[in-house]
């Protein structure tokens, strides 16, 4: 924390984000960990279209926006240019996309550059649903959570599918780096950030960012939420090299885990669960630790 | 706007001009820094989703220009060096 005040700001204040957008904490402290030989792929999604309204920037470093579907694919593009040109050596290329981004629409292309070994960061800022376009589900929103395509009622709980483990399926791809981070843990975040530039080849870092808007909850409690995920062992955070899955280390443990109900209840798209859903929440973290621990 | 001529590619060579734009009106809330309890972790600089926080002399300063009100600096400062107070006209 002692370098933040010298540090250069490099994604500037009058971005459009909504307050206490944990997004922007994130974006913030990577690109200082960065530095400003960076260059990033960014996809659709709420960082895009807060960060680059048209005829100005919040990004002090070059920044590509093509489509939804190809921050990797672009991020692959400018890293072979780069190699080809001979200009590679000391400049970071990274890609920044939403779960919506990653997930669902850009996962064929994070697939592809990670399958070709692109000297890439791919950082993925998952706030669980498609937010900016009116808080549709992902297939990153965790089961119950209410969306405005996954609404609860007589006939539903809130999102039926449980989320889909992104950070393992890309380590899945012998990539030699992959971790989960989220805000509260910034030394830990900005740790993982260095340590993905530094590898030669893919890295993935898959980066919890709480949304108050879509989550219902205010906007003061980003950062609070984000600590609650980890302590309640809702959200793991830990890193994989060389693609060993089996060997995940777990880079921060609760040394008693709390309750998932203080995560949940903070939140009002959590707010129609039952005690007995809650439950069955507490369960299921309960058993992926276990095989964590195993 | 209808002025605004639009670059080959919507190439935009303004780095940081999000700068021109000043989010503080959306704010509801204002955060107010007490100088004498300010321990200059730099916490509330680091968890500032607008980079509205710099470091002072002997505290931290708070850029009203930018800062939505969000509160995060209040709630996670360490010695409540920060409190909101409602923003009036």
Known sequence: MSRQGEERELFAPGHRMCAGCAEGIAVRNILKEAGPHTIAAIATGCLEVVSTAYPQTAWEIPVIHAAFENAASVAAGVEVALRELGRKEGVNVMAFAGDGGTFDIGFQALSGMLERGHDVTYVCLDNEAYMNTGIQRCSSTPWGASTTTSPPGSCSKGESQPKKPLAAICAAHDIPYAATATVAYIKDLRCKVRKALDTEGPAFLHVFTPCPTGWRHGSDDSVELSRLAVETGVFVLWEAVDGDICNLKVTYKPKKRKPVAEYLKKQRRFGHLTDEDIQRIQQEVDEKWEKLED | ?89
């Open chain 2, 1 to 89: 706007m209808s002025s605004l001529k639009i670059t080959i590619g919507a190439v935009n060579t303004r780095p940081g001009s999000s700068r021109e734009y000043k989010t503080g009106g959306w704010r509801t809330m204002r955060p107010q820094v007490d100088v004498e309890k300010c321990i200059q972790c730099l916490q509330c600089l680091a968890y500032c989703p607008d980079g509205a926080i710099s470091k002072s002399e002997n505290a931290v300063q708070i850029d009203l220009d930018y800062c939505k009100g969000c509160g995060i600096c209040a709630k996670e400062c360490p010695v409540k060096a920060i409190v909101m107070l409602k923003e009036e006209k």
